[in-house]
């Protein structure tokens, strides 16, 4: 029988930084088999869920099982504490001290704050990950590879507590992606793909080394055509087949080259614009069909979009520059007494390239980079468009609601389908029950017969696609929700539970394990990892191997720093939920974390569009923000 542990909780109240927390301690209750070492182990049971981390559990038992870790006793038990009432973020300094919990998985948790209570794992990073155990040689197995190649170079210089002399406290846990997820069954049914598009005059001229200038032209002509609703001989939707149909006949004319600019990979048939994309979208209403869902009850999922364009549109370098304010950043506007510039087209002025060096008196200037300003464009349009939002966006619709109906509607329940969910990477995990129950209705309704995908997203104008293209950059994504996971540092180095805790986590970040966890949530380990060649690959639902090639295509940023001025004031600085980027000004307005629902409130009363947002942001951050800033001694 799976081991489950009965739960047992008090409700404490503790004050932390002046603040009243209430939270929960959970504790293992399950019969002990003393045959066998404990191994007690803390989950963070919200969107990741539990099914992983019992399942990597299991697997280590089988692999362990003729290991001894003290005398007399033969293998491992795996005790799990699923902490479903709080979230990480929420534990308390004496809690680590006097916890029975071994190893833990967490999410939402200040690493620098909590990494003395977390245990050295230097060695264990070093070391290239244990798979098994060789009852006759007494040995364990191993990968040849240690585990810090797969950690990302700036992830892994964050997670190092000690500088030169290098001491790593903890792991990068899950990988927290945030951006929309589409439909791909819809896709295919609908034609939502692209055949042709007029970026691919781009793509082509990049490609066969002729004139770029005239197909940036070329795009222009053809994007105008499609705004003014005329017919253009560059804009074709088809099947993911890259099949169309033109007169009576269907033709097979390929997919569009996609926001990479290459035919042939994984993007083929998405937009490569921002202009392209509201064309999509005005398509997918013309089809009945309704763009965006999301939780109204929750507006902050919307903008995951608008964090996911922006940080796309930056690139990895410029990125680089934001997340640590160190470096050189040549797409600031300029702004003229407190207000961006724009010219005659509407487009913003970029000023000239400026170098930061920490940021402690000038970061805020990083607040003036073209690409924020690009994506409150979207967030406007989303905000302003009404047919392109279910009704679900703005009422008091919750999370698990909101993926419910986007499974449901125009399928098992009367209703339009919807096309992309703004939601979390672990959608799919929280969404389980809705995927059962469906499949009670129909077998083709099963999660691993229903084909979903994160969305590859496009570029704010055509000149920044070209320059993508040319430089052969890949999409970017960042990762949040500060995930990491840790052994205690209260275990006794005497006890059983040093040694066995230990290997676990050195198991655990095996490749098998990763694949293992894709497989149970379809979600990624913010590690690198060659899913597509793994064993656990063929369990993997449809998204989850979606999300595996996604993965391979594109460049992932971990939004951290070794700045000091950063890290100190990390309640400015944090990535959690939409980030430093955007929310400061919308709670200002009394809307927290929400850029679309401020503008899509106050659009029309207050005009409150992208501009004036852009404007505020600076404004917020220049007279508020960095006034208040603890600065490094």
Known sequence: MKKIISIAMALITVVMFGTVVTGCHVNNQEQIDKTKTQLYVSNIDKGVGREYIEAIGDQFEKDFAQKSFEPGKVGVQVLYNHNTVINSASFYESSFDGDKDNVYFTEYINYKQWANKFMDVTDIIESPAITGYNAETGQYTTETKPIKDKIDPVMLEFLNMSGENVAYKGFPFYLAIKSVNYNADLWNEKSFYLCAAPSDYVALAIKNNTDIDQAIARYNEEIAKIKRGEDSESWFFGNADGETVIGNEKIRIG????????????????????????????????????????????????????????????????????????????????????????????????????????????????????????????AEKIATTPSWTHTACYDTTTQSEAQNKFLTEGYTKMGNPTAMLMDGAWWQAEADATFRAMEKVDVKYAKENRKFGVMPLPYSTIETFALKTQNNEKNVIVTENDSVCFINNNIDRSSPQYEVARVFMSYFNSDASAGLFTAKTNMLRAIDVDLMANEYYEQMSPYGKSFAEYRAGVDVMFPYTTNKLMNDNRNVFQNSRDGWQFWAYSIQMGQTWKVINTIHTYFANKGIDAEHYFNAIYSYYKTIAWPQLKLPA
Request: a negative charge; one cysteine or more; aromatic letters at 18%.
């Open 255 to 378: 997919l569009s080259a996609g926001p990479d600019g290459k035919f042939g990979t994984f993007d083929d048939g998405f937009p490569a614009t921002y202009d392209e994309f509201y064309a999509l979208c005005e398509y997918i209403v013309k089809n009945n069909v309704t763009p965006f869902i999301w939780t109204g009850a929750n507006p902050g999922y919307a903008d995951m979009i608008t964090q996911s364009l922006f940080t796309n549109d930056l690139g990895k370098e410029r990125a680089e520059v934001y997340y640590s304010l160190n470096g050189t950043m040549d797409n600031l506007v300029k702004f003229v007494g407190g207000k961006a510039q724009f010219d005659g087209n509407g487009d913003p002025v970029i000023d000239e390239p400026y170098t930061f060096n920490g940021g402690v008196f000038d970061g805020y200037e990083i607040m003036r980079t073209a690409s924020k300003y690009y994506a409150l464009k979207f």
